[in-house]
C-alpha cells in the first residue's frame, strides 16, 4: 500500500511522503485561486476540478481551507458559509441539500496518544459522512469518524463527538440529541 492508500483507510501514514506533500502543495495552490476570486461561479467550478466529486449545484463562501481536497465528496445543493475548515486525511462524504453555517470544522486526522508514538510523526485519521438534508448552525466542530443520518440539525457551536442517526437535533459540547424531527 502507498502512504496516501494508508491515510485514506486510516491506517498510520507518513505524511511526509512525496506523493502526499504534493498533494498538499496542489492544495495550497487551489486554496489561494479559491479564497482570491470573487466570482461565485468561478469559485464553484474551482471547487468541482479540486473536489473529489461534487454536484451540479454548490456554493461555498471563502475563506476555505483543507488538506487535500481531493477526499472530499459533496452531493447536489450544497452550500458552506465563510471560513470553512475541511481537514481530510480521510474522505468527507456530504450528501445532497447540505447547508454548513459559519466558522464549522470537519476534522477527519488523528494522532497516537502515546507520546513515543506521536512523535514519531505517523498519523492516522477516520472519515466523515453527512447524509441528506444536514444543517450545521455556526461554529460547529465534526471530529474523526462520525456520521451523521438523514435530516440531522447541528445547534451553534456544538462539538459532534460521536455518530447520530437519522431526524435528531443536536446541540452542546459534546453534542447531544435534544430533540427528534417528525
Given at each position: 500500500m502507498t502512504e496516501r492508500d494508508k491515510m485514506i483507510a486510516g491506517q498510520p501514514y507518513n505524511p511526509a511522503d512525496t506523493e502526499l506533500t504534493n498533494m498538499r502543495l496542489h492544495a495550497r495552490r487551489q486554496m489561494k485561486l479559491f479564497n482570491q476570486e470573487d466570482d461565485a461561479t468561478k469559485r464553484s467550478s474551482l471547487l468541482?476540478?479540486?473536489?473529489?466529486?461534487?454536484?451540479?449545484?454548490l456554493y461555498m463562501e471563502q475563506p476555505f481551507r483543507c488538506d487535500y481536497g481531493a477526499n472530499i465528496?459533496?452531493?447536489?445543493?450544497?452550500?458552506?458559509?465563510f471560513?470553512?475548515?475541511f481537514l481530510d486525511v480521510c474522505e468527507i462524504r456530504i450528501?445532497?441539500?447540505?447547508?454548513?453555517?459559519?466558522?464549522?470544522?470537519?476534522?477527519?486526522?488523528?494522532?497516537?496518544?502515546?507520546?513515543?508514538?506521536?512523535?514519531s510523526g505517523l498519523e492516522y485519521g477516520a472519515p466523515i459522512t453527512f447524509g441528506d438534508n444536514v444543517w450545521l448552525a455556526g461554529g460547529v466542530t465534526i471530529l474523526p469518524g462520525v456520521t451523521l443520518?438523514?435530516?440531522?440539525?447541528?445547534?451553534?457551536?456544538?462539538v459532534v463527538t460521536k455518530s447520530f442517526p437519522d431526524n435528531v437535533v443536536l446541540a452542546g459540547n459534546p453534542a447531544k440529541v435534544i430533540k427528534t424531527i417528525d
Open positions: 468541482k476540478d479540486w473536489f473529489g466529486a461534487t454536484g451540479e449545484n465528496y459533496v452531493g447536489e445543493n450544497f452550500y458552506a458559509n471560513n470553512q475548515t450528501g445532497d441539500n447540505v447547508m454548513i453555517g459559519p466558522n464549522c470544522q470537519l476534522l477527519t486526522p488523528l494522532h497516537p496518544l502515546d507520546p513515543t508514538e506521536r512523535n443520518g438523514n435530516n440531522v440539525v447541528v445547534g451553534a457551536g456544538s
